[in-house]
């Protein structure tokens, strides 16, 4: 019996090593093999102004425990991420997400210019291979369109992976990949090396559709809300006249 124990335990021991051996190299760095079997996705969900942006880290094997990773996703001008919304999920379901600058939320498209989203994914409870994070992102008013036309595309970037160790103080440089600096978490208190990730798989921009507005509705749209103004009014004012104003 306790043979059998010894046996047992020395294969976990052997299988341990082989796996850390794939993942580290050099003591403090990455397996090239390892980062050949570490993929990107990302997905669009919902539909209208109002959308979430689902991205994915994919491992072959389950998720090093010290293993960290950032996703730097670049958005256009056509976008935003409401910051305040953004604190709310940090609190409500752990979402790090970070900001490096103010957002206005009610700029249009056209008066607005892209901006970097530093998006640290955590690890899927369902799969221990997957890192992943759920961000909601808002479509921002177009410029009306004289020519008919209902729909604005929006083009959004694939994003980069940048990852590191918790244990690793020196990160080992890795060609093609490159050593970069970026800040540790989303509470934006220090910065740390990443390496960042040379994508071999051919990443495509996503594509969203905007609804926008028709240049020949404003005269109508114009006189329905001063016409709806002016009936408030006048009710507002029968009332104040038949009854008068009431007294404290």
Same mark, same amino acid.
């Given at each position: 019996?306790?043979?059998?124990?010894? %046996?047992?335990?020395?294969?976990?021991?052997?299988?341990?090593?082989?796996?850390?051996?794939?993942?580290?190299? !050099?003591?403090? $760095?990455?397996?090239?093999?390892?980062?050949?079997?570490?993929?990107?996705?990302?997905?669009?969900?919902?539909? $209208?102004?109002?959308?979430?942006? %689902?991205?994915?880290?994919?491992?072959?094997?389950?998720?090093?425990?010290?293993?960290?990773?950032?996703?730097?996703?670049?958005?256009?001008?056509?976008?935003?991420?409401?910051?305040?919304?953004?604190?709310?999920?940090?609190?409500?379901? !752990?979402?790090? %997400?970070?900001?490096?600058?103010?957002?206005?939320?009610?700029?249009?498209?056209?008066?607005?210019?892209?901006?970097?989203?530093?998006?640290?994914?955590?690890?899927?409870? $369902?799969?221990?291979?997957?890192?992943?994070?759920?961000?909601?992102?808002? !479509?921002?008013?177009?410029?009306?369109?004289?020519? !008919?036309?209902?729909?604005?595309?929006?083009?959004?970037?694939?994003?980069?992976?940048?990852?590191?160790?918790?244990?690793?103080?020196?990160?080992?440089?890795?060609?093609?990949?490159?050593?970069?600096?970026?800040?540790?978490?989303?509470?934006?208190?220090?910065?740390?090396?990443?390496?960042?990730?040379?994508?071999?798989?051919?990443?495509?921009?996503?594509?969203?559709?905007?609804?926008?507005?028709?240049?020949?509705?404003?005269?109508?749209?114009?006189?329905?809300?001063?016409?709806?103004?002016?009936?408030?009014?006048?009710?507002?004012?029968?009332?104040?006249?038949?009854? $008068?104003?009431?007294?404290?």
């Amino acid at each position: 019996m306790e043979v059998r124990t010894n %046996v047992v335990f020395f294969c976990f021991i052997c299988l341990s090593l082989w796996y850390h051996g794939e993942v580290y190299s !050099g003591g403090c $760095g990455f397996s090239e093999d390892w980062l050949m079997q570490v993929t990107v996705s990302a997905e669009i969900q919902k539909s $209208g102004f109002h959308r979430e942006l %689902v991205l994915s880290v994919h491992c072959a094997a389950d998720v090093p425990d010290d293993l960290q990773a950032l996703l730097l996703q670049r958005l256009p001008g056509g976008i935003y991420i409401d910051s305040y919304q953004l604190s709310s999920l940090q609190q409500d379901r !752990g979402l790090q %997400v970070l900001l490096d600058s103010e957002i206005d939320l009610e700029a249009p498209a056209y008066s607005s210019s892209g901006f970097p989203a530093f998006v640290f994914p955590t690890r899927d409870v $369902g799969d221990t291979n997957r890192l992943w994070a759920k961000v909601p992102i808002h !479509g921002r008013y177009q410029r009306p369109s004289g020519s !008919g036309q209902k729909w604005e595309q929006v083009y959004i970037e694939a994003p980069q992976l940048l990852l590191r160790f918790d244990l690793c103080k020196e990160l080992q440089p890795l060609p093609p990949h490159k050593l970069v600096e970026a800040p540790c978490s989303a509470l934006n208190i220090s910065m740390c090396i990443w390496l960042k990730i040379h994508h071999w798989q051919d990443q495509q921009a996503m594509r969203i559709e905007i609804p926008v507005g028709h240049q020949h509705l404003m005269v109508p749209v114009c006189a329905g809300t001063l016409l709806v103004t002016l009936l408030c009014f006048g009710l507002i004012a029968r009332a104040v006249l038949a009854h $008068g104003f009431s007294q404290p």
